[in-house]
């Protein structure tokens, strides 16, 4: 019974309702609160969500990494596919990169008003 | 066997993630988020892709946390002041 | 112990939209079966036939599609020109994020060359095992942020020697596509002698790539972290 959790779409299914959760908690978290700080570490959440996703659902048991070991000296396809995996290693560090811009922003417009709430932001003069 | 550890790591980051946005406490948010990031490392590592785990384990885990630190200084050093 | 909480409203409403999403979002999702993936099977053969390195992340990166690495620097160039804009007169040394403490200043005077030999090994040998450029360069970055964090005030950086390290780096890594677009085939073409596996100098004109995207990453991240640290009081 043990050896039916070792399949490739048991595997498949379980790596797609996590990512998705995770992706909803991020999702609820980056809708409801009322910090700015806590906003931008939902959406730091959201993309670590889909890169999850992205390279589990491209990998098969039984498969092994595409590099020239001591045991795997030739290139068959027994490999994972490269190519997802070269894209997402750009992709995080543009992430990274987007990020640190949008806390540059956040830094600056606390010093000019000393407020890190969403909901406190009326500077252009919004009646309630 | 693997997917049974697949599994828990999930059920793990889960709960990391709902923890995360329900702190009071924004340090503490960043601290479990570079848990959380460690946790990926774990599963790309599983998935046989040592250079996507590479990448994340230094940028997702040391220069993020970092960034979201550094931020938090300069928030509260100006918030003391005043 | 009064375990009390309180919940909004809106709350309550907007995770009640999002968890209906995600229930109706399911089914497509569970659906969905992988076509086969043929582009990657062809770039194994290929890697195996025209290239002699043993890593094929890595020649896909640089090789085969350098010129989405292109992009990507391009990218993080400009968020850090972004950075540097929102910023005027940083050079108020107020560095906020050091530590004062002995054993942290005694150890840091060993481990900082320790960190970037490193990162230098990890970006030479990106053909050979994982990691590459992008790994070694924020690992080297990394040896620089340590010595922020020990040194406080007494270390200084000195700025003309990293935006010339950047410019350069990035000024080569385009030349080298330039080239390989002259004497070769193709954008980023090969034109160097191909060696045999699994030696050092093989592989032919990925290991420069890697190098000039390695310097320039380490350089980007450093100043990065720079600005951060070191912002002055406004007002």
């Known amino acids: ?128 | 066997m693997i997917g049974l550890i697949v599994l828990a790591i999930f059920i793990t980051l889960i709960i990391l993630a709902v923890l995360i946005i329900e702190n009071n406490d924004l340090p503490h948010s960043v601290i479990l988020f570079m848990g959380f990031g460690l946790g990926s490392v774990i599963l790309y590592f599983i998935f046989s892709a040592p250079d996507v785990a590479l990448t994340e384990a230094v940028i997702g885990t040391g220069v993020s946390g970092v960034v979201f630190l550094v931020t938090l200084l300069q928030i509260r050093s100006k918030e003391i002041k005043r | ?235």
């Open chain 3, 1 to 235: 112990m009064n375990l009390k909480k309180e919940i909004r409203v809106s709350t309550l409403f907007v995770s009640l939209v999002v968890s209906v999403m995600t229930i109706l979002l399911l089914p497509i999702f569970l659906d969905f079966d992988l076509t086969s993936n043929s582009l990657g099977s062809t770039l194994l053969t290929l890697n195996k036939n025209q290239t002699s390195s043993a890593n094929v992340v890595t020649s896909v990166v640089t090789y085969f599609r350098g010129f989405d690495t292109l992009g990507e620097v391009t990218i993080l160039f400009l968020s850090i020109f972004g950075i540097g804009l929102g910023l005027d007169g940083y050079k108020d040394k107020l560095n906020i994020f050091a530590y004062e403490n002995e054993l942290l200043k005694i150890a840091v005077d060993v481990l900082f060359p320790l960190i970037i030999l490193f990162g230098f090994y990890i970006i030479i040998h990106g053909h050979l095992s994982p990691g590459g450029g992008f790994q070694g360069g924020v690992i080297i970055a990394s040896a620089f942020l340590l010595m922020f964090l020990a040194k406080g005030d007494s270390f200084e950086l000195n700025h003309k020697i990293i935006s010339l390290a950047e410019a350069l780096s990035g000024a080569g890594f385009i030349l080298l596509g330039v080239l390989g677009l002259i004497l070769a085939d193709r954008f980023f073409g090969n034109f160097l002698p191909l060696g045999s596996v699994s030696n050092l100098f093989s592989g032919g004109v990925i290991p420069l790539i890697y190098i000039f995207v390695g310097i320039k990453v380490s350089a980007e991240i450093t100043a990065l972290v720079e600005y951060f640290i070191r912002i002055k009081d406004v007002g």
């Open chain 1, 1 to 128: 019974m043990l050896d039916s959790f070792n399949q490739t779409p048991f595997l498949h299914s379980v790596i797609t309702i996590g990512s998705l959760l995770i992706f909803a908690i991020g999702l609820v978290g980056a809708l409801t609160k009322k910090n700015l700080f806590k906003i931008f570490l939902s959406f730091a959440i959201i993309e670590s969500s889909l890169f999850i996703y992205f390279i589990g659902m491209h990998f098969e048991v039984g498969k092994v990494a595409p590099i020239l070991t001591n045991e795997v000296t030739e290139f068959s396809t027994n490999m994972v596919d490269p190519v997802p995996q070269a894209m997402i290693l750009t992709t995080i560090v543009i992430a990274i990169a987007v990020l640190a811009l949008a806390l540059s922003f956040i830094i600056n417009y606390f010093k000019l008003t000393n407020n890190m709430r969403v909901d406190e932001m009326n500077e252009l003069g919004e009646d309630r």
